[in-house]
């Protein structure tokens, strides 16, 4: 499974790292994907990057406010995010794609697996 963390408080406009790291497996060879689910919505994609970390995707709700990086000697996949809005307020999980890169563009929930505990993302003042 993959563990979401760093997570916690922010107020309007400010900054977070989140990280995703795995348990028993690698993620070298898997595109790794950042979801949110907000309270009453549906979870939804976020970003996603390539099993190399040369190809990135950002859903247009979080245009270039969200960047996605990997780093894979450490097994380990970032968010960072910043000028965050209160509508960013979510629970924030990763997940992993079976391949290298997501084609699809727009990231479906159910082409994702190893889906593990999220980190709650609170943006208010």
């Known amino acids: 499974q993959l563990q979401a963390s760093g997570g916690g408080l922010v107020q309007p406009g400010g900054s977070l790292r989140l990280s995703c790291s795995a348990s028993g497996f690698t993620l070298d060879y898997k595109a790794i994907g950042w979801f949110r689910q907000a309270p009453g919505k549906e979870r939804e994609g976020v970003s996603c990057?390539?099993?190399?970390?040369?190809?990135?995707y950002n859903a247009s709700y979080v245009e270039d406010r969200f960047t996605i990086s990997r780093d894979n000697a450490k097994n380990t996949v970032y968010l960072q995010m910043n000028s965050l809005k209160p509508e960013d307020t979510a629970v924030y999980y990763c997940?992993?794609?079976?391949?290298?890169?997501?084609?699809?563009?727009?990231?479906?929930?159910?082409?994702?697996?190893?889906w593990g505990q999220g980190t709650l993302v609170t943006v208010s003042s």
């Open positions: 997940a992993a794609y079976s391949r290298g890169w997501y084609e699809k563009g727009d990231l479906q929930v159910d082409d994702f697996h190893s």
């Open positions: 990057i390539s099993s190399s970390g040369g190809s990135t």
